[in-house]
């Protein structure tokens, strides 16, 4: 069987930044029963680089909600925005106010000139080191999604209305977006792996706790939602584990009869 797995709030705690050592222990038996393991994240490279050591046992990365995919250390897939796609980007934030950081594999990025216009999206990235975070004069040709947020989301619909031929869009809620080129998400990922591989879809699971996740969990043969997950996961899931703290993830294993 082919296994995703998300990982802030699936595999590693959000809070403590803690990787259950049951979780660890669940996928190391799950690969040894023959079984193929993959990351599934929105995170891109830049962002999973802090944590390889903890999911060096993985045999695939689906990064960025689709836009990148290796396996085993070959990138089988990598969607960029081109110099013009990330000029038009960034132009439209300006132009709507909005804040966002600007997600590559190499590196991230914010609007270093223009500044950051919200209290909240201040909070929200000095959670991230800043430090090393490139402008976005420099991202232009160099990210592969983006993060945003807007304390009035008619800005974001104006945003959206203008570009939504060409961009996906994730309401992460309270303001937040995931903004991914057209077509690119953590679904559309798991299809081209799961061919590479030559594993039919009907033999895939995933197991996610947030929105982003959603299309995973819909596209999976077999979907669980980890206890610590929003309602409308919990939905799209055929199974609810218990929290991550909890043993969540090798409870779901155990359900789904890997290990």
Request: hydrophobic share 40%; glycine share 8%.
């Amino acid at each position: 069987m082919l296994l995703f797995f998300d990982i802030d709030g699936t595999l590693i705690d959000e809070r403590s930044h803690v990787m259950p050592r049951s979780a660890s222990e669940a996928v190391r038996l799950a690969r040894a029963n023959g079984h193929v393991c993959a990351v599934n994240t929105g995170r891109t490279g830049k962002l999973v680089e802090p944590d390889m050591d903890r999911l060096k046992d993985f045999d695939a990365f689906i990064l960025g909600c689709g836009t990148m995919i290796t396996y085993r250390g070959e990138t089988l897939f990598h969607r960029t925005f081109d110099r013009t796609e990330g000029e038009e980007i960034a132009e439209a934030l300006r132009r709507y106010g909005i804040d966002a950081v600007l997600e590559g594999s190499g590196n991230n990025y914010y609007d270093i000139s223009h500044g950051i216009g919200t209290e909240t999206f201040r909070k929200f990235i000095s959670r991230f080191a800043q430090k090393g975070y490139g402008s976005f004069e420099d991202a232009i040709g160099n990210f592969d999604k983006f993060y945003a947020y807007v304390d009035d989301v008619n800005r974001m619909k104006a945003f959206e209305d203008e570009l939504r031929e060409k961009l996906d869009f994730v309401d992460r809620k309270k303001g937040f977006f995931e903004i991914m080129p057209k077509g690119c998400s953590k679904a559309f990922a798991m299809e081209i792996l799961a061919q590479r591989l030559g594993i039919s879809m009907e033999q895939t699971a995933a197991i996610g706790d947030s929105s982003n996740d959603i299309p995973m969990l819909r596209r999976a043969h077999i979907s669980v939602a980890m206890g610590n997950s929003t309602e409308d996961v919990r939905n799209a899931a055929d199974y609810v584990t218990t929290n991550l703290t909890e043993d969540g993830v090798w409870n779901a294993l155990k359900w789904l009869g890997t290990i």
